[in-house]
């Protein structure tokens, strides 16, 4: 009865699972035992007619006192026993030469997780573990006290800010789990969620051992850095560098300018306006534009701030606008992938994802979460199915109808793609609509 | 039966009670009377309960559905403080032994008023300083939480200082009125009424009354470390200047773990008192329930750091903290059998408080069990700071201490104001505060079982179901109280059905004077010469 633990995705979470069931089943058989006696003692015994019957004065009985005294003792000293022993289990996981532990330093900071891996690879508020192996989390705070908690491993431990604490735990199955702060540590306590992958061995490896990512971006200059940004967080989605308008103010002369704002009120636009605008779009809106930029606050370094600010700095139009460089791309056989794997790279290299989420949210424009098949009607009360070729339309022209609710803020995809490659887009979009 | 008996109730118009032989504002502020002093207390509480419980309603309409409703994450953190801190110092901690303590236990044992009844009054006083500094902390919210954990109370806004320095203020009233029953129980009982004599609720008083005194300077001493960290930055617990912040922990649950028992043993006092007199029967294993609530008292004081197994501290006093929390489950399930087993062939009446008493037998069921996965180590290391701890707190609280308070204000009313409730409205009530608290707090261990943490403003959408049903729950809940009020202060200011001194024939002392009692108590001091609850027809080995 009442089985609502999440899966089981460690080692340790079937022996927990074991004695909290029983837990469950003794809990609920003397509750109901014993409210079953009140209950039919009310009833049977129930005053008949207003008027008081006969009652025995019993004032107590030995042999019951200490019948209800030992039994429960015994199965509290029984759950007590299990409780230690699956703890220890569960704090005790032994390394063996064959199953190295891999071990992760994390730090909990007002409201995210960072993560470093033994090779020096850092994230943040993502985990990649191997399945199989024992994986130990050294935990520290940087500020105030966190606590992580990934219910699926069923491990929790405080981040104690001066100290040092840790969980282990051995993942026996792959997948996407959430880790939780489960100590409450102000604004953004419910947003600080971490992720964590758990993959094969294999992929783990390739995984951890690729850094080409974080190595270029500490080799950059600031204005590289800045322009490999603007690509990978999106910007490019909606702020041009050739002065066009698209969702909201290009950057072509931007820096130095003086901004109008919806409000009336103006400022010049120096690295402060910039810092403010990434940090807190909503605060000042560009007249003309609307409030749709996600803030940043929280998800951007420092260093990455002046990155973007150097680079914008340089968009003043006295030199030609290099080409913004994605991040390098390894060499894929893309005939080996299947059109859905094609189309969701598609997703992610042409940046659909700034304004279409997967997740039902919607940002900018509609989510691709079952969007696939959905009826819905345009700006023009026209009503649409989305099927391929309404998909087909909306990449290749997307300003000729506009969903109700949206603006239209979509640049055109005419003559950028390839048919194979908006048929792929259309495959990625239906998968993202089946199933779950 | 004592051999005391009313005969005002047949003097000739209206007797004079303790409500109407004074009057006047200045006759109630300056009171030394035990009576009007719990009137005043409750009165006052009550207002706190109110307070506290729109902010939780507050709570569960922001968390209807997942994601940002109508409440920013900063103002859904100060109502969750407020919520916790408003409910915890001002209105439960206070709660049964302030109002119906104070009312009850001179009466219960043949005395004229409490040993001291001018510190009984400062007290009071006390205790409306102590609000009067919480209220302002209202003025620059506080965010921390009920329980301030440092590091982060340390660098919150600067309205932790009132509201800490209200507890430490609201502490010296609880340690007031607890040397004041201390010394009341020990030195003021009438003649014959001995020790093995005193009714479960008094007993449950007592053992209430040794952890005020004991157990509260602890954390008046905690939070005035609190407040030398801020102003002055002794660094005794602020990890940047060598301090421990899992110190404060220790410190703070030293004497928040015992408290619970402050909020929950008169409950069971109460519980205990209403049954046998609904069921025509003594209260079986009277000497059991009575040691039992000392074992609670003196056992809480041993499992503190059950609060704390995922905080770093060792394995070793982990495991240890988790065998002694066993131990207060014991003396707990003693009482809860002992009370079903005083309806065994009893003469029983389903009047209101008989309803209380026996919902509060299947809420504190759930209570009890679950504290048993939480005091699980293993286990608790999954719940940990989940809604399954929320769920589980509130059963053993609201389950059972507000249902305790609800009880006894339904049984008492009769003797407090001299008047009958409408008896269907109590029903009614009741019937909303069942169905509302369990259809509240239910989905929450299910949550709690699904992961879901605890004080959190938005959540993942797979756990809006359960917040839903969690809601619906929280608003019949708070319906059911409405009525409660109502029907209560209706009866109470406008009701014209008089009660007798003892409506419900009990063989109890406070039931043997007049109704409303007289200024001081009793025409003269009553003699007991027998057992309590000497209900029902002697047996052969009856006795134990």
Same mark, same amino acid.
């Given at each position: ?68 005294? /030992? ?57 990649? /573990? ?26 929790? =431990?405080?981040? /104690? ?55 270029? =971006? ?156 959905? =009826? ?26 506009? /969903? ?33 | ?43 006052? %509480? ?81 205790? +409306? ?143 205990? $008192? ?48 988790? %065998? %002694? ?25 389903l009047e209101t408080p008989m309803l209380y ?8 069921? %759930? ?39 609800i009880a006894?204000l339904h049984f008492w009313f009769p003797?407090m104001t001299g008047k009958m409730y409408n008896e269907n409205m109590a029903r009614f009530g009741w019937l909303f505060i ?11 261990? +299910?949550?709690?079982? $699904? ?28 319906l059911g109280y409405l009525f409660v009020f109502v029907n209560l202060l209706w009866a109470a200011f406008l009701g014209k059905v008089k009660a007798p001194?003892?409506p419900y ?14 200024? @001081?108590?009793? @025409? ?21």
């Open positions: 009865m009442f089985r609502y633990l999440p899966e089981q995705g460690s080692e340790i979470a079937p022996r927990l699972d074991w004695i909290h069931n029983w837990i469950t089943d003794l809990s609920v058989f003397f509750t109901i035992a014993i409210c079953g006696a009140m209950i039919y003692f009310a009833i049977r015994y129930r005053k008949q007619g207003g008027v008081d019957h006969e009652t025995p004065r019993i004032e107590g009985s030995n042999f019951l006192e200490i019948v209800w005294t /030992v039994v429960p003792t015994i199965i509290c000293i029984w759950v007590a026993y299990y409780g230690i022993v699956i703890y220890n289990e569960m704090v005790d996981v032994k390394e063996d030469p064959e199953k190295e532990f891999v071990l992760i330093n994390a730090q909990g900071y007002r409201w995210a997780w960072d993560f470093q891996y033994q090779n020096g690879k850092t994230t943040t508020n993502e985990i990649v /573990v191997p399945v199989g192996r024992p994986t130990k989390i050294i935990l520290t705070s940087r500020d105030v006290i966190h606590s992580f908690f990934i219910p699926v491993m069923r491990v929790k =431990k405080d981040a /104690v800010p001066g100290a040092y604490s840790h969980v282990v735990f051995t993942p026996v199955r792959t997948g996407e789990y959430p880790a939780f702060c489960t100590e409450y540590c102000g604004t953004n306590h419910s947003s600080m969620l971490a992720n964590v992958r758990v993959v094969s061995e294999a992929e783990f490896q390739r995984w951890k051992n690729d850094r080409s990512d974080e190595l270029s =971006k500490l080799a950059m200059s600031p204005v590289d850095l800045g322009r490999s940004l603007y690509v990978d967080k999106g910007c490019n989605a909606c702020h041009s560098l050739d002065g066009s308008a698209v969702v909201g103010p290009t950057f072509l002369n931007l820096f130095g300018s003086e901004r109008k704002f919806t409000d009336g009120t103006t400022t010049v636009a120096d690295e402060n306006y910039i810092r403010e605008s990434i940090l807190y779009p909503a605060s000042k809106i560009s007249a003309g534009y609307q409030n749709l930029m996600p803030a940043f606050e929280g998800q951007i370094s420092d260093n990455e701030i002046q990155g973007l600010i150097e680079f914008i700095r340089t968009i003043d139009g006295s030199q030609p606008v290099p080409e913004p460089v994605a991040a390098e791309e390894e060499d894929v056989d893309l005939s080996s992938l299947t059109p859905v794997e094609r189309g969701e790279r598609l997703y992610r290299e042409k940046i659909c994802f700034t304004c279409h989420s997967l997740d039902g949210s919607a940002l900018v424009g509609p989510s691709f979460k079952d969007l696939y098949g959905r =009826k819905g009607k345009f700006t023009d009360g026209q009503e649409y199915v989305a099927d391929d070729d309404y998909i087909r339309g909306s990449i290749l022209e997307p300003g000729s109808e506009i /969903v109700e609710g949206y603006v239209n803020a979509m640049p055109p995809y005419q003559g950028q793609l390839s048919d194979e490659q908006i048929d792929d887009l259309i495959a990625f979009i239906q998968s993202v609509s089946n199933g779950d | 039966m004592s051999s005391y008996s009313a005969t005002a109730d047949h003097a000739n118009g209206d007797p004079k009670n303790y409500l109407n032989w004074e009057t006047g504002i200045r006759s109630w502020l300056f009171t030394v009377d035990h009576k009007r002093i719990g009137l005043m207390y409750l009165f006052t %509480i009550m207002t706190f309960f109110i307070v506290g419980g729109l902010a939780a309603l507050t709570i569960r309409l922001e968390l209807s559905s997942a994601g940002a409703d109508f409440l920013t994450p900063d103002q859904y953190n100060v109502l969750f403080t407020l919520h916790g801190a408003i409910m915890i110092f001002l209105f439960i901690v206070p709660g049964i032994p302030a109002t119906m303590g104070n009312f009850l236990l001179p009466l219960m044992i043949g005395a004229k008023d409490v040993a001291f009844p001018r510190l009984n009054l400062l007290s009071y006083y006390v205790y +409306v300083v102590g609000a009067i500094m919480a209220l302002i902390s209202l003025f620059s919210p506080i965010d921390t939480g009920w329980t301030f954990y440092a590091p982060y109370s340390l660098d919150s806004g600067s309205a932790v200082i009132w509201m800490t320095g209200a507890a430490f203020i609201l502490g010296f009233s609880s340690i007031l009125t607890g040397l004041n029953f201390i010394v009341t129980i020990h030195k003021l009982r009438c003649p014959g009424m001995h020790w093995s004599r005193l009714p479960v609720f008094v007993w449950a008083t007592y053992a209430t009354a040794v952890i005020q005194t004991l157990a509260t300077p602890v954390v008046g001493m905690t939070l005035v470390l609190l407040i030398a960290e801020r102003v002055f930055g002794v660094g005794i617990f602020d990890p940047a200047m060598g301090g421990d912040p899992v110190l404060y922990q220790h410190f703070f649950w030293f004497y928040s773990h015992p408290v619970v028992y402050i909020m929950v043993l008169p409950a069971f006092g109460v519980i205990g $008192e209403i049954i046998p007199v609904f069921s025509r029967k003594p209260l079986f294993g009277y000497k059991m329930v009575c040691y039992a609530s000392l074992a609670i008292a003196v056992v809480g004081f041993l499992v503190w750091a059950h609060h704390m197994f995922v905080s770093g501290i060792s394995d070793m006093s982990a495991i240890y903290f988790s %065998i %002694i929390t066993f131990g207060v489950a014991i003396p707990t399930a003693i009482k809860v059998f002992n009370w079903v087993s005083t309806m065994y062939k009893g003469s029983i009446s008493a026996m919902a509060f037998i299947f809420l504190f069921m %759930i209570a009890g069990t679950t504290g048993i996965y939480l005091a699980t180590l293993a286990v608790d290391v999954f719940y940990h700071d989940t809604y399954f701890v929320v769920a589980h707190f509130h059963y053993t609280i609201q389950g059972g201490a507000v249902i305790g308070l006894a003797k069942f169905v509302g608290f369990n259809l509240t707090f239910l989905p929450q261990f +299910v949550l709690g079982m $699904e992961g879901m943490p605890r004080r959190y403003f938005d959540y993942l959408p797979q756990f809006e179901p359960m917040h839903q049903l969690s809601t619906i729950g929280a608003f019949l809940n708070g001194s003892n024939n009990s063989v109890s002392l406070e039931w043997q004077t007049q109704s409303p009692p007289i200024h @001081e108590n009793f @025409e003269e001091i009553p003699v007991v010469d027998e057992e309590p609850y000497a209900y029902g027809v002697p047996v052969e080995g009856g006795a134990h």
